[in-house]
Nanobody, 124 residues
């Protein structure tokens, strides 16, 4: 049974940084060439792609987050991270971790497993 557990969310002020973590169990990153992604969903809005990294380390991020958000992974620990710097109030959302085997996808259909999400709130 695959489980993804996010952590690291919280309430911060604009300009602050946060580091989200996602620990995966029931699946081995390197054995199954897993791509890990982060998505977010703000109140009243659709879920949107934030960043993703494939098993080889290639990554992609949304244009609105480039230069501020960095995704990384530790295959030995089956963990993926999202370092978020220079946070803005519009970054307020629930952040979801996702895992899939369909390559470096930017759409939610490319992911088979999802975590429960962690709330990030950025005050102005």
């Amino acid at each position: 049974q695959v489980q993804l557990v996010e952590s690291g969310g919280g309430l911060v002020q604009a300009g602050d940084s946060l580091r989200l973590s996602c620990a995966a169990s029931g699946i081995t990153f390197t054995r199954f060439a897993i791509t890990m992604g982060w998505f977010r969903q703000a109140p009243g809005k659709e879920r949107e792609f934030a960043a993703a990294v494939n098993w080889g380390g290639s990554s992609a991020s949304a244009d609105s987050m480039k230069g501020r958000f960095t995704i990384s992974r530790d295959n030995a620990k089956n963990t993926v991270f999202l370092q978020m710097n220079s946070l803005k109030p519009e970054d307020t959302a629930v952040y979801y971790c996702a895992a899939g085997r369909k390559g470096l996808r930017l759409d939610s259909e490319g992911y088979d497993y999802w975590g429960q999400g962690t709330q990030v709130t950025v005050s102005s």
